[in-house]
Nanobody
Framework: QVQLVESGGGLVQAGGSLRLSCAASARTFNSYGLAWFRQAPGKEREFVAAISFRGYSTYYADSVKGRFTISRDNAKNTVYLQMNSLKPEDTAVYYC????????????????WGQGTQVTVSS
């Protein structure tokens, strides 16, 4: 069982930055591929970014490529999402998720989810 707890969300103006963190309880943290998803009101949950077991490989949605950076610290059991140049359309609840396979983008591939953290970008 893996428990994931996100933090770092908040209200920011367009063009600003936020860093999300997700702390995991797993004893074998580096056995999980990790990802961030987001869900805006009235929309389906969408993939944002994923990172491989040891962090050597990453993959991004086109909508965030060049603005967001996913990273992980296996010594701290934590995955991060650095979000720069934020836009109002980035407003959503952001979730971290863990899977036994790396760099997958479908929500159904992920076995564990955090409770989410709200990110609101004002124009």
């Amino acid at each position: 069982q893996v428990q994931l707890v996100e933090s770092g969300g908040g209200l920011v103006q367009a063009g600003g930055s936020l860093r999300l963190s997700c702390a995991a309880s797993a004893r074998t943290f580096n056995s999980y591929g990790l990802a961030w998803f987001r869900q805006a009101p009235g929309k389906e949950r969408e993939f944002v970014a994923a990172i491989s077991f040891r962090g050597y490989s990453t993959y991004y949605a086109d909508s965030v490529k060049g603005r967001f950076t996913i990273s992980r610290d296996n010594a701290k059991n934590t995955v991060y999402l650095q979000m720069n140049s934020l836009k109002p359309e980035d407003t959503a609840v952001y979730y971290c998720a863990a899977a036994t396979v790396p760099l997958v983008t479908a929500p159904s591939e992920y076995d564990y989810w955090g409770q989410g953290t709200q990110v609101t970008v004002s124009s």
